[in-house]
């Protein structure tokens, strides 16, 4: 069965430093990976997806992601952060059937000003 | 373009009440659709999902119930509210594994 692991429910940085949030999954089959963003009281956006193509997945907000298959990762990034970045991250993994998407449990991005 | 949309926004329901939430999608055909509950502090849990009119999956058993009466409607209902259906309530929908998902903007339950 396919899982997706987020390392930590809250990451805290501080504006312009690098923004790293950690996902790494588990699939039998080559997966494709998503990160989506969701701001208080609205639904997920998608940030950006890896569908096979490039492993280095650039998407909205300045943000990009690397798929590494020998680490089973896909950490989401952003060299600089902005005090507009906070917000919860999930990421999540595509199941092998019914188009269904396996989800992280979320991290939440504090931006100290 | 393809849209979604979710109503209401925010909704203020008693314990036994019922309840009757929708979405529609425009723009596509034949979607997948989906019900998603985020619960305070906790992430999303899947509720029901369905890929054709007329065929729904539940993933939790619960007092909830989801109908899919036309290709791009998908509802959320109940017959008597409880405490522990507050949350916030999201609609999505795909085509397909590489396409992700789409999710409408939600609606804030508050059962009192």
């Known amino acids: 069965a396919q899982s997706v692991t987020q390392l930590g429910s809250h990451v805290s940085v501080s504006e312009g430093a690098l923004v790293l949030l950690r996902c790494n999954y588990s699939s039998s089959v080559p997966p494709y990976l998503f990160w989506y963003v969701q701001y208080p009281n609205q639904g997920l956006q998608l940030l950006l997806k890896?569908?096979?193509?490039a492993t280095l997945v650039k998407g909205i907000n300045g943000f990009e992601a690397e798929f590494k298959k020998s680490e089973t990762s896909f950490h989401l990034t952003k060299p600089s952060a902005h005090m507009s970045d906070a917000a919860e991250y999930f990421c999540?993994?595509?199941?092998?059937?019914?188009?269904?998407?396996?989800w992280g449990a979320g991290t939440k991005l504090i931006i100290k000003p | 373009s393809q849209t979604i949309h979710q109503w209401p926004a925010t909704l203020v329901q008693p314990v036994g009440s019922p309840l009757s939430l929708e979405c529609t999608v425009e723009?596509?055909?034949?979607?997948?659709l989906y019900w998603y509950r985020q619960a305070a502090g906790r992430g999303l849990q899947l509720l029901f999902y369905s890929v054709g009119i007329g065929q729904i999956s539940s993933e939790v058993p619960q007092n909830l119930s989801a109908s899919r009466p036309q290709d791009r409607q998908f509802i959320l209902s109940s017959k008597k509210l409880l405490l522990s259906d507050s949350g916030f309530y999201l609609c999505?929908?795909?085509?397909?594994?590489?396409?992700?998902?789409?999710f409408g903007s939600g609606t804030r339950l508050t059962v009192v």
């Open positions: 999540a993994v595509s199941a092998d059937s019914n188009y269904q998407l396996i």
């Open positions: 890896y569908t096979s193509a």
């Open positions: 999505a929908w795909s085509l397909g594994a590489a396409s992700g998902y789409t």
């Open positions: 723009g596509t055909s034949n979607p997948n």
